[in-house]
């Protein structure tokens, strides 16, 4: 008897490769397609997409290009692509599918919904800093997609933004948390997570994770947490400082 077993495309399988890896420590996007992809010369193709994409963007970008970036004939593209499209889908669904995985993962380490929180926007600021180039191309070229593509794309936006609002929802619901409107302040602080990508440079000050800290006490204070997790754990390091009141 014939079984109708569907081949899995290449994009199918580096999403559950991307998934049962979830735990490993990755600092950028070259760290994420080792850890990913075994074959070389799609890690290489995929490195040198990014670079063209975030530097003309998807349009202007051509396969003779990525294929000279990657030391490859243009051919060779095409034997691991179909298409222009197909690249930046694999390098789209990568990325959404480790970012989901990391916000998953920060969620589960807070006890309190401010500690959730703060973990949950450490890790996705972080991870758009380290990844600013590829998670660049991912936000702003996400348009030539298909919709078929962006459709499936949607889905683990909606979920990251799914886990950001349950945490939002659970200290609006204890009175840890002071807003208004819960879908809204989750779109503002989303939204904010994102735009570090419109100033971050690898070459600055600040690590990813330093810029990650820096956001999360931001987000804490725009949802009107009554104490800042960084202070709680002040106050439980030193129990006996003192707090000497302005005059």
């Not at 990657?70 to 060779?76: H, V």
């Not at 692509?81 to 993962?105: G, H, N, P, R």
């Not at 380290?130 to 660049?136: H, I």
């Not at 204070?221 to 006996?240: L, Q, W, Y």
């Amino acid at each position: 008897m014939r079984l109708n077993i569907k081949k899995r495309t290449l994009v199918e399988r580096l999403t559950a490769e991307s998934s049962i890896h979830s735990g490993a420590v990755v600092r950028n996007l070259a760290d994420l397609l080792n850890r990913r992809i075994e074959s070389p010369s799609i890690r290489r193709i995929l490195l040198a997409a990014v670079d063209s994409f975030a530097k003309t963007g998807f349009h202007a970008a051509s396969t003779r290009d990525i294929g000279k970036k990657a030391k490859l004939s243009p051919a060779a593209v095409y034997v691991h692509f179909q298409s222009k499209e197909e690249l930046l889908y694999t390098v789209v669904t990568l990325i959404s599918s480790w970012v989901f995985d990391q916000v998953s993962a920060a969620v589960r380490d807070g006890e309190s919904p401010a500690e959730r929180l703060q973990h949950v926007v450490r890790v996705h600021v972080a991870s758009h800093a380290a990844m600013r180039d590829a998670m660049f191309v991912g936000n702003f070229e996400f348009h030539a997609l298909s919709p078929a593509q962006r459709k499936k794309i949607l889905r683990y936006r909606d979920a990251i933004e799914k886990v950001f609002g349950d945490c939002i929802q659970a200290g609006f619901d204890d009175g840890s948390f002071h807003v208004r409107d819960v879908n809204i302040t989750r779109v503002a602080v989303v939204s904010l997570c994102v735009s570090v990508l419109n100033w971050y440079s690898p070459g600055g000050k600040l690590s990813p994770e330093q810029v990650g800290e820096l956001y999360a006490e931001l987000v804490l204070s725009m949802v009107g947490a009554n104490k800042s997790v960084k202070s709680i754990e002040r106050e439980r390091s030193n129990p006996k400082r003192l707090s000497v009141p302005r005059t």
